[in-house]
């Protein structure tokens, strides 16, 4: 794991989505198509206007979220509507959306469905991920139903997850389509998640801190 620490949170921003940028068109320039995974919740948004403006052959990226919670797009806690605002936007607009949200009362009911359109898509080129101070990521949270699964190296692409601090059920890529990434990045603000994260090192599994994980091959980048 290296960690990047920066002056300020929006030149953080502006330097992440330079380097994911770049990495999406050198992916392009190996392959057909690129795919992107990036977290919703309320740290990205900067880094999407970014993106979403630069000058990329967007019509060859597949884009998807690291997890989403079972609300329709209407609701504020969306990540869906999150992405199609912020990031699916300007020249981004051109991108492929790999939705992770089906409208079905529960996600084990197109659950199929979703996986296949992820399963299409992999591996990763790129994938972004957020944390929260609890340690999760994506919604791979501590004591969560299926943390067990989707730690397992022969996890499924995505699986559904109910957590105790998750408020709504969710679906979630899960560590070893993380860990495939071909570029791995993880996003952080404040001094609650700096320390979060030291906690995450130094814990002894990832069954009580799920980022840890994924840290293997990572990039931090963190702000105050
Ligand atoms: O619930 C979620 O939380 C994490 C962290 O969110 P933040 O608001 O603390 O930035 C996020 O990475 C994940 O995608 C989201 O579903």
């Given at each position: 794991m290296k960690l990047v620490e920066y002056a300020d949170r929006d030149m953080m921003m502006l330097d992440l989505a330079d380097k994911i940028a770049s990495e999406l068109a050198m992916?392009?320039?190996?392959?057909?198509?690129?795919?992107?995974?990036?977290?919703?919740?309320?740290?990205?948004g900067p880094v999407f206007d970014a993106l979403s403006a630069v000058d990329l052959d967007w019509a060859r990226v597949d884009v998807m979220l690291t997890d989403e919670r079972w609300v329709p797009e209407d609701n504020p806690r969306s990540n869906t509507a999150?992405?199609?605002?912020?990031?699916?936007?300007?020249?981004?607009a051109a991108a492929r959306l790999i939705p992770l949200y089906g409208g079905t009362s529960a996600p084990e009911d197109c659950l199929d469905?979703?996986?296949?359109?992820?399963?299409?898509?992999?591996?990763?080129?790129?994938?972004?991920?957020?944390m929260g101070e609890d340690m999760h990521t994506a919604s791979l949270f501590p004591g969560a139903d299926r943390l067990s699964d989707g730690l397992s190296p022969k996890a499924p692409a995505l699986l559904p997850m109910r957590a105790p601090g998750a408020d709504e059920p969710r679906v979630t890529l899960?560590?070893?389509?993380?860990?495939?990434?071909?570029?791995k990045h993880l996003l952080i603000m404040g001094e609650g998640k700096r320390a979060a994260l030291a906690s995450a090192i130094d814990a002894a599994d990832?069954?009580?801190?799920?980022?840890?994980?994924?840290?293997t091959d990572m990039t931090v980048h963190w702000a105050a």
């Open positions: 992916a392009l320039d190996r392959e057909d198509r690129a795919a992107l995974a990036v977290p919703g919740g309320t740290t990205p999150l992405l199609k605002k912020r990031l699916l936007t300007d020249k981004a469905t979703l996986s296949e359109g992820i399963r299409g898509a992999l591996p990763l080129s790129v994938v972004l991920l957020g899960t560590a070893p389509v993380l860990n495939g990434a071909m570029s990832a069954f009580d801190a799920p980022v840890k994980a994924v840290l």
